[in-house]
T-cell receptor, first 113, second 114 residues
């Protein structure tokens, strides 16, 4: 079946530093879409980024990600983190026109002053 | 105004009891979902409905029953509650054929089973 792997469980950074959260996947389907969701404490997951186009960079709120089908990856990056970026970040995969989202385990980002 | 409403926000139940989690969305979407989040499994897909029909069920237990009384409602009935059912349950919705079928989540119902 499909699977999404996020390798960083906990990431602690000082404000102003760059961050990269890894996301790799396995799927038997060619028609797929990828998402990054951000979840602040006691809140709902909110859509951050989305993509289904190979090698095309997508950006939102200072974060960016590029889908690379050759390496089965959709890593999330930001050049300079802020205190407000402290949250859980989930990578998710949707296959074809099916509706199920398969989520990675999430990465908890903590940004300190 | 919130676009996806989930009621209640917090719910405490005793083992063996039955509860219904309410979800209403006002995004005009025709697909709705339930996900569960716990310390053991971060975000786990449970059910999907499209145009009020069950499309996918990834929940092994029949104790979990979705109910769609209206196009923009998808409630979740849980019977014979167990402590392991303690989790936050999120409802989500999307519009088939629109964009990348992005799903938008409600605020969740935090269920604690004693």
């Amino acid at each position: 079946g499909d699977s999404v792997t996020q390798t960083e469980g906990l990431v602690t950074l000082t404000e102003g530093l760059p961050v990269k959260l890894n996301c790799t996947y396995q799927t038997a389907y060619s028609d797929v879409a990828f998402f990054w969701y951000v979840q602040h404490l006691n809140e709902a997951p909110k859509l951050l980024l989305r993509s289904s186009t190979d090698n095309k960079r997508t950006e939102h709120q200072g974060f960016h990600a590029t889908l690379h089908k050759s390496s089965s990856s959709f890593h999330l990056q930001k050049s300079s983190v802020q205190l407000s970026d402290s949250a859980l970040y989930f990578c998710a995969l949707r296959q074809g026109t099916g509706s199920k989202l398969s989520f990675g385990k999430g990465a908890k980002l903590t940004v300190s002053p | 105004d919130p676009k996806i409403i989930q009621k209640p926000k917090y719910l405490v139940a005793v083992t063996g009891s039955e509860k219904i989690l309410i979800c209403e969305q006002y995004l005009g979407h025709n697909a709705m979902y339930w996900y569960r989040q716990s310390a053991k499994k971060p975000l786990e897909f449970m059910f999907s409905y499209s145009y009020q029909k069950l499309m996918d069920n990834q929940t092994a237990s029949s104790r979990f029953q979705p109910q769609s009384s209206k196009k923009n409602h998808l409630d979740l009935q849980i019977t014979a509650l167990k402590p392991d059912d303690s989790a936050t349950y999120f409802c989500a919705s999307s519009q088939p054929g629109q964009g990348l079928y992005e799903q938008y989540f409600g605020p969740g119902t935090r269920l604690t089973v004693l």
